[in-house]
């Protein structure tokens, strides 16, 4: 097996200028590697020694700094021998990976050994980390997301997000071309694995910066995907269908879809569809995770690197029906032209068995919520987007691009909501909420960027936008059984016996420009300066009638409007080293009309830094900014918004604007020939007059209403390292991270100072046992805490544990074995009881076409047949606990056709 683990997280950018590292591998005819093998590079000029190496106990070497130029490589050791190896080492070259030297035994035939042409696996080549696809072995269906998880430096995570160095992947491209609007999950998910020449990693330049020519300081990090000749302009992609049984169930389960491409240097077209029953919800991609976001779905502990062992966190909650869509189609427009279009659609239908359970902190009291729930909800969305960019010329850019998305819901729950305090008296009721809605919205951006006669990164830039969104809900609310006292405490729209309607409307507005200007005052310094001015309207139209009663209506309209002024001074130093200090004036306007009326005007003085180093292998950077933060009409409005469980929601017609404070750094360390890589992140928030809380218990209800209090703080920790394993083909992760929000706020009319936290830590092990199979197994410990700053008040306090093992077995080029197990320990909390869930899957994939790449595949979802999702989490005030019906037990068979 080649051991590109030794390669493990390259980080080249720190490197010495016009100088490069050459790692290898040395092994025999049997892949067995050699320790104590002699490396020494000759110039080719004149064959002087410029570097040599000895392998260690794993058979690598590694030369440091070699110098930019034409070399012979030359590999001994006793009783082996290979012809020298031509190595080219150019100016921009930080890191070469040659892989595996084979040599042979001596007095070998080697007239038809060529080593000329040896595959240079890794390679990093100014800011640009390039990949050859073809050196890393995946299976013969893989997907791109398998190969970029076989990468040193790269990490995907459960929910798809591809980090590379601890840093999120912003935008994948194909052939240096944006595709389904840099959606990664959608690419790196449904394209073909051997349809990759090359993967490039790079920090894309922003448009100022590629007019201007100078680094602006900011991460931007993107994967672009290099296209095989063989698959340019060919139509390529799969079909496929299948369907099966359930447990104890007589409907018929279904899945069927596929995706086509074709990619060409001037065109790229991706069509991409599904439908099923089988709880697999769209493409799973970053569109669905936004879309589903409020859906209940199944959740795995997050632990920002990519630490967890690759599973989905369980079935989907309920029974689901899933259409989903997509279309996308890029075309060069001349020779300076870039225009991109893409159509989404994502339609689902779910029902759903729901036991949720509310734990509230109050002095020496707990309340308790236990909520039994039926819901049948439907959710759909149409999304339309384009993207057009345009050299004007050498020195100037024009960039265009707008969306418009039409989506909707139409929802009804039913619940039967038990509230317990801790004297233990407790009240019943029932909830069945009826609701509807429609959102139509759409946005329009334009930039242009031009670099001005004189100095190198004299620039002028100009950006305008502009948004709108209709909001429009229709809810019916019946209830029963609420305590009599509940109606003596009326505010409109909390629960009320009887039946309650609700039409809400909101429309919004937004307009925004700015013009920036730079200028280099020295080679080193430059100033930067930019004027803009923005306009947000939020017209709200609320109305409420309980039974046959008069109509309460809440009119409101809320304006911000925003003039600003900032200048930066920025400092580069070093290798992409810069420091950045600036302030922005700005000058707010809050105009509230209709029911309520004021007008406020506010003058800001936001402050910003920022400084990025590079130090050797490793790379820092501290953030720090300001931004001024105006209430939405949502929280402004007095009509509340019930739920089956007891929280209303109401706004506050006398907010003020809150200002955060944000200071947020970040370091990655790693050393490819150890193959260690270790990063860390650290943020956190102050937020001065922040919108908070205040929390009113009835006999039945939760009342919150948006208030501003004197302050709030949010924290993020994260640790992440990754080790290579040699001695077991293997890696080691290890991560651990922390979040957690502390915020003054009102209970029962006392002020109160609430703490949440939720801590993560997972470990996982992965060994390869050939190049198509692997086994891995981790842990994940997850805790929460919800609390007071009193010492009468009762911690509520969460427990998780996570055991996963996940295996993947290719007996022959025809049969494949994928497995895994999850364990999950839910300890007992003061509002729920211990519950223990294990989850077993496996598949097994039959490839019985000799030149064709079809296959079977024969799945077997939740084995043990559970049935169960839980889901638990920590907020301000409350702890939640949701236990969700699945599919249960199913089986499915599916035929997967090639083109």
Known sequence: MRHYLFFLLLIGSGLIHAQSDISATVVDTTGTTLPGANAI?????????TSFGTTDNKGVFLMEKV????????????GYERPDQEVTVSESDQYLGLGEIVLYPSGYELSGVQVTADRIPIRMKGDTMLYDAAAFAVGENA????LLRRLPGMSIDASGQLTWRGKPVQEVMINGKPFFAGNASLVTQNLDAKALKNVEVFDQKSDSEEISGIDDGQENTTVNLEMNEEFKAKLFGELYGGSGVAAGDDDLRYDAGGKLFRISDATQLGILGTINNVNRVG??????MSFNQNSGRGSWFSTGGGGLPFYDGGQTPGQNRSIAAGINYGKTVGENGQLTMNYTLFDRQQTQMVTERQAFTRTDNERTILSDQTDALGRYSHSLGFEYEHDLDTISRLSIEGSGTLSGNDNISSAVTKVTNATGASQTYTVNDINDGQVPSGDLDFRYNRRLPGKKGRTFGANAEASYREDQSDLRVIVDGLDESDEDIFIPGSLQNGTQIQNRRTNSLAVDAEIDYTEPLSKKLRWETEIGGGYDRDEGDYRFRLDEGNQTTNLLTRGWSNYRAGTNLVLS??????????????????????DTAYMRDYTYLLPSARWRVQAGKANLYLNYSADAQAPSVNQLQTIARPSVTGRVSVGNPD??????HSLWSGMWFNDQFRAISLNANVGGSYTDNAFGNSLTFTPNQQIYQTVNVSHAWSNNVYLGSVIGMAFMNGELRANAQTNGSVGQGFVDGVARTNTSRNTSGSVDLTTELNTKSFIKAGYTYAHSVNKFDDDESVDIVTVTHDIVTQVELEFSPVWRLETQFLYRIFEAASFANATNIPDLQAALEIRPFKKAQHYFRITGRDLLNNNLVINRQAQAFVTTETQSNGLGRYFLATFHYQL
Request: charge should be negative.
């Open 41 to 49: 590079l000759l110039r080719t000029s004149d064959t002087l020694l």
């Open 655 to 660: 907010l003020d604007p809150a200002v955060q």
């Open 143 to 146: 997907k791109v997301e398998d």
């Open 573 to 594: 130093y070093g290798e992409r080293n810069n420091v950045q200090v600036g302030v922005d004036v700005e000058q707010d306007q809050l105009d509230i009309s209709g």
């Open 67 to 78: 110098p930019a130029g034409e070399y012979l490589l030359r590999v001994t050791f006793l």
């Open 283 to 288: 493409f799973s991609g970053d569109e669905l």
